[in-house]
């Protein structure tokens, strides 16, 4: 104990450096457990190899897609895999035109393709106003509501591309790993906190010896 002193706790010092204390732990442990969630799900990434044939004609573009700084589509086609079964493929991105009443031209393959790539169990969804649209251009797509709609037996998975193809698009997807050093470093910063807070109490809890 340093000479001159005493250890006499102040209550509202105590209360708030335990406040502050647990809410650096708690949130700590939230970037932590995000982390961990970015480490699962990097480790659960599935690679696949499917082979089968595109319709051309039910290519989705969704909307608001960014790519250095450019606006885009993300095109997703149903690959047909055998004579009832099918699978969505998100092919990649390709620029806005000037206008969205003119969607720009898609090459696709007509003929039998090998696509390798990540299985996904859904599409990431956009926050979308009012009921979701039926066209060529959407904000987002449900399997099951697609195959709903269009009478596809649709695999319960998303293939996103990662083999190259003639056909225009850009393939360059987040990695499934991403963020995690960042949650890392705020979950040690969120501790360093919470130490710190439980420090300042305990030095406030000192009081000089008249």
Known sequence: MPAGYSFRPRLWALA???????????????QSGRADAKRAAAAKSERVVVRGEFLAERTVLLDNKLRHGRAGYEVITPLRLNASTHVLVNRGWIEAGPSREALPAVRTPSKEVAI??????????????????????????????YAAETGLELEP?????????????????PRPDAGIEKHASYAL?????????????????FRRVA
Do not use: F, M, T
């Not at 647990?22 to 939230?30: E, I, K, M, S, T």
């Not at 998975?157 to 997807?173: F, T, Y």
């Open 16 to 30: 708030l450096g335990a406040a502050a204390c647990a809410a650096g732990v708690a949130l700590g442990n939230w």
């Open 116 to 145: 390798e790539g990540i299985a996904l169990r859904r599409l990431p969804r956009a926050l979308q106003a009012g009921s979701a649209p039926r066209g060529k251009l959407r904000q987002n797509l449900d399997i099951q509501d």
């Open 157 to 173: 998975r998303v293939i996103e591309q990662h083999s190259a193809a003639d056909d225009g698009l850009l393939r360059e997807w």
């Open 189 to 205: 910063q969120w501790y360093s906190l919470a130490g710190l807070a439980l420090a300042l109490a305990i030095v406030l809890s």
